[in-house]
């Protein structure tokens, strides 16, 4: 059964860190693409990052590049979503998905975890 389950959302202040961690269950994370994804209230759903399975190459959303990392520990089976210079406009929900390419398009995506909070605020 494949699960995937975000976590380290929470409150911080303008111009703090943040590292979302996106742990995957019931398949083998090296061969497959992890993407992030976020969504605000009102608004429509945002790619946010992804890292690729074969090379492990990686792609930003142009609001997020300098700011935001990502990087997969295949070890783990767990990708990580590290967020700096956060900005309260970053206010979301943060999903990750999985599919064997990386696409920031969310409609490609089969599987997703349940999301988790991200509150940038003073």
């Known amino acids: 059964q494949v699960q995937l389950v975000e976590s380290g959302g929470g409150l911080v202040q303008p111009g703090g860190s943040l590292r979302l961690s996106c742990a995957a269950s019931g398949f083998t994370l090296d061969y497959y693409a992890i993407g992030w994804f976020r969504q605000a209230p009102g608004k429509e759903r945002e790619g946010v990052s992804c890292?690729?399975?074969?090379?492990?190459?990686?792609y930003y959303a142009d609001s997020v590049k300098g700011r935001f990392t990502i990087s997969r520990d295949n070890a783990k089976n767990t990708v990580y979503l590290q967020m700096n210079s956060l900005k309260p406009e970053d206010t979301a929900v943060y999903y990750c998905a999985t599919d064997p390419h990386c696409w920031f398009n969310g409609t490609f995506y089969d599987y997703w975890g349940q999301g988790t909070q991200v509150t940038v605020s003073s």
């Open positions: 890292i690729s399975s074969s090379d492990g190459s990686t």
